[in-house]
C-alpha cells in the first residue's frame, strides 16, 4: 500500500499526531515535547487475549512509567468508545488512543493489512521528538514491560 510510510527507526523525527483518548480528549504527541518521553504501545484489538493480557500488565507497571518521566498511551484502530468500555472492564489506568482511520500506523509503518489493524510494536519518543526505541513483534506476543522499563532509563 502506497499510504504506509517505512517502519519508523531509532533517531527519526516522530511523525506528530492528534488521537482522541477513551474520554474522547485530544491528545497531541508535540505537546509532550520538551517535557515527558511518551510510551506508544500499538496492539491489534481491543477484547482480544493478548491485549487484554499485555494492557492488564502495562497498568499494572504504570508508576514505573511514571517515575521514568514517560506517558504511556495503548494505540489500536479501536473507536474510543470501545476503549472507553474496555478501559473500564480492566480498570486500565494509562490512556487508549483511537487511531480509527489508521493514519497514525500508517505513518508510523507500523499497519498490518492482513487484520487491518496495527501491528505489536512498541515506540518511545524522546523529549526532543525523535525516536529513541522501536520494536515491532509477532502480533500473537506481549510485549515485555521490563525492558521498555530498561529502554526509557537509558533514554535523556
Known amino acids: 500500500m502506497s499510504d504506509v510510510a517505512a517502519e519508523v527507526k531509532v533517531g527519526d523525527q516522530a511523525p506528530d499526531f492528534t488521537m482522541k483518548d477513551q474520554d474522547q480528549n485530544d491528545v497531541k504527541l508535540s505537546d509532550f515535547k520538551g517535557k515527558k518521553k511518551v510510551v506508544l504501545a500499538f496492539y491489534p484489538l481491543d477484547w482480544s487475549p493478548v491485549c487484554t493480557g499485555e494492557n492488564k500488565c502495562l497498568t499494572d507497571d504504570f508508576p514505573s512509567f511514571g517515575s521514568s518521566e ?11 468508545f ?9 480498570d486500565l489506568k494509562h490512556k487508549l488512543l483511537a487511531d480509527m482511520d489508521r493514519s497514525v500506523s500508517k505513518a508510523y509503518g507500523l499497519y498490518f493489512e492482513p487484520l487491518n489493524c496495527s501491528k505489536r510494536a512498541t515506540v518511545i519518543v524522546g523529549k526532543d521528538g525523535k525516536v529513541g526505541y522501536v ?7 506481549a510485549r ?4 521498555i522499563l530498561e529502554a526509557l532509563k537509558s533514554m535523556n
Request: charged fraction near 35%; glycine fraction near 4%; hydrophobic fraction near 35%.
Open 135 to 141: 520494536k515491532v513483534q509477532d502480533i500473537k506476543t
Open 70 to 80: 514517560a506517558e504511556l498511551f495503548g494505540v489500536s484502530c479501536d473507536s474510543f
Open 82 to 90: 470501545s476503549h472507553k468500555a474496555w478501559a473500564d472492564s480492566l
Open 144 to 147: 515485555d514491560d521490563k525492558e
